[in-house]
Protein backbone atom coordinates (compact mmCIF):
# COMPACT_ATOMS: atom_id res chain seq x y z
CA UNK A 1 0.00 0.00 0.00
CA UNK A 2 1.27 3.45 -0.98
CA UNK A 3 1.91 5.61 2.32
CA UNK A 4 -0.42 8.94 2.21
CA UNK A 5 1.71 12.13 1.51
CA UNK A 6 0.21 15.23 3.31
CA UNK A 7 -1.08 18.21 1.97
CA UNK A 8 0.64 21.48 2.73
CA UNK A 9 -2.15 22.42 4.93
CA UNK A 10 -2.39 19.45 6.81
CA UNK A 11 1.79 19.62 6.82
CA UNK A 12 0.77 23.17 8.47
CA UNK A 13 -1.72 22.19 10.74
CA UNK A 14 0.46 18.94 12.37
CA UNK A 15 3.65 21.62 12.48
CA UNK A 16 1.24 23.73 14.36
CA UNK A 17 0.29 21.16 16.74
CA UNK A 18 3.56 20.11 17.41
CA UNK A 19 4.19 23.85 18.62
CA UNK A 20 1.40 23.63 20.73
CA UNK A 21 -0.20 26.89 18.16
CA UNK A 22 -3.64 25.26 17.75
CA UNK A 23 -4.66 25.11 21.56
CA UNK A 24 -3.11 25.38 24.95
CA UNK A 25 -1.58 22.40 26.42
CA UNK A 26 -1.58 21.03 30.30
CA UNK A 27 1.80 19.61 29.89
CA UNK A 28 4.17 21.21 32.66
CA UNK A 29 6.25 24.34 30.94
CA UNK A 30 9.85 22.09 30.96
CA UNK A 31 8.05 19.57 28.84
CA UNK A 32 6.71 21.72 26.33
CA UNK A 33 10.35 23.14 25.91
CA UNK A 34 11.85 19.83 25.35
CA UNK A 35 9.31 18.88 23.15
CA UNK A 36 9.46 22.30 20.85
CA UNK A 37 13.24 21.49 20.85
CA UNK A 38 13.45 24.78 22.35
CA UNK A 39 12.09 28.12 22.50
CA UNK A 40 13.80 31.06 20.41
CA UNK A 41 13.81 34.37 20.84
CA UNK A 42 15.45 37.40 19.71
CA UNK A 43 14.06 39.63 22.88
CA UNK A 44 13.47 37.63 26.05
CA UNK A 45 10.15 38.93 27.07
CA UNK A 46 9.15 36.84 23.78
CA UNK A 47 9.74 33.58 25.88
CA UNK A 48 7.62 34.02 28.49
CA UNK A 49 4.48 35.59 25.94
CA UNK A 50 5.51 32.37 23.51
CA UNK A 51 4.52 29.98 26.38
CA UNK A 52 1.68 31.78 27.98
CA UNK A 53 0.05 31.23 24.19
CA UNK A 54 0.85 27.61 24.83
CA UNK A 55 0.38 26.70 28.45
CA UNK A 56 -3.13 26.57 29.62
CA UNK A 57 -1.62 27.59 33.39
CA UNK A 58 1.19 29.87 33.12
CA UNK A 59 2.55 32.50 35.37
CA UNK A 60 5.63 34.87 34.65
CA UNK A 61 7.24 33.51 37.84
CA UNK A 62 6.81 29.81 36.48
CA UNK A 63 9.74 30.37 34.07
CA UNK A 64 11.72 32.81 35.90
CA UNK A 65 11.93 29.98 38.27
CA UNK A 66 12.97 27.03 35.76
CA UNK A 67 16.05 29.15 34.85
CA UNK A 68 16.86 29.74 38.34
CA UNK A 69 16.94 26.22 38.85
CA UNK A 70 18.29 25.27 35.49
CA UNK A 71 15.63 23.40 34.00
CA UNK A 72 15.80 25.59 31.09
CA UNK A 73 18.47 27.87 29.91
CA UNK A 74 19.37 30.74 28.11
CA UNK A 75 21.97 30.46 25.44
CA UNK A 76 24.11 33.25 23.37
CA UNK A 77 24.56 32.64 19.70
CA UNK A 78 26.78 35.58 18.14
CA UNK A 79 26.07 35.83 14.10
CA UNK A 80 28.61 37.38 11.92
CA UNK A 81 28.06 38.56 8.32
Keep these: MAE??????????AMLARQFLLE???L???AV????GGL??????????GL???LR???????????ERHRV????LMRSP
Design 4 to 13: RVLSMRELNR
Design 24 to 26: RTS
Design 28 to 30: PLV
Design 33 to 36: VERM
Design 40 to 49: QTQYAPSGYL
Design 52 to 54: WTR
Design 57 to 67: TFARADLTRAM
Design 73 to 76: VTGT
